[in-house]
Nanobody, 128 residues
């Protein structure tokens, strides 16, 4: 199984980026939950959003609610993260991760250490 993120880069504050996560070796059907995490230098890796492919229900952390949007295109085996109104504090390496759904009712029930597969990350830098 391989997850590959893309779409990171350097953007000015207030700008937008769209990250993509493409899966291979695994079909992102309704058995899976997909999460996006980020890790800034010197900080813990934090989950910012997730989606349950079984019902398309989503979760967002307070830090990104109203600015970021996760979407899943099952036919393309891809999950995207649209990031708007970016702030310097959004600067981090962004990771997508996948876990097989079943233990919790909602995607936010799955903590960082319960995800089975991870991408290599893509750097997002927001300048002020």
């Amino acid at each position: 199984v391989q997850l590959v993120e893309s779409g990171g880069g350097l953007v000015q504050a207030g700008g937008s980026l769209r990250l993509s996560c493409v899966a291979s070796g695994l079909t992102l059907d309704n058995r899976y939950v997909i999460g996006w995490f980020r890790q800034a230098p010197g900080k813990e890796r934090e989950r910012i959003t997730c989606i349950s492919n079984s019902d398309s229900r989503t979760y967002y952390s307070d830090s990104v609610t109203g600015r970021f949007a996760i979407s899943s295109a099952n036919a393309k085996n891809t999950v995207s993260l649209q990031m708007n109104s970016l702030k310097p504090e959004d600067t981090a390496v962004y990771y997508c991760a996948v876990v097989r759904h079943g233990q919790y009712f909602y995607c936010e029930g799955y903590g960082r250490y319960e995800y089975d597969y991870w991408g290599q990350g893509t750097q997002v830098t927001v300048s002020s």
